[in-house]
């Protein structure tokens, strides 16, 4: 049998590009542990940079994503004074 040479690994950004992704969630999957724990969870993301598989040269920076995060924190004060008397009554499941 022929030897196969391993796949280049591409970061997570260029492989999801490559898919078709536009957003890529990098928070570690912790809905997927409140669950299995029985916990209550609703994740709210802010959308900081959209560069996800851009080159190196084009890709957003520290400073843009921090700006970004800051001119929507208004917003997210908005949906979480709206949410959070709309959660249900524990236990929630």
Do not use: K
Not at 27 to 44: N, Q, S, V
């Amino acid at each position: 049998m022929p030897a196969r040479a391993a796949p280049v690994p591409r970061p997570p950004g260029a492989l999801s590009a490559h898919q078709g992704w536009q957003l890529i969630n990098m928070t570690g999957h912790p809905e997927a542990i409140a669950r299995e724990l029985e916990l209550c969870y609703t994740p709210i993301a802010l959308v900081t940079d959209l560069d996800a598989g851009v080159d190196a040269a084009n890709a957003v920076n520290h400073a843009a994503v921090l700006r970004i995060f800051a001119a929507n924190v208004e917003r997210l004060r908005e949906v979480l004074y709206q949410a959070i008397p709309a959660l249900p009554p524990l236990p929630c499941r």
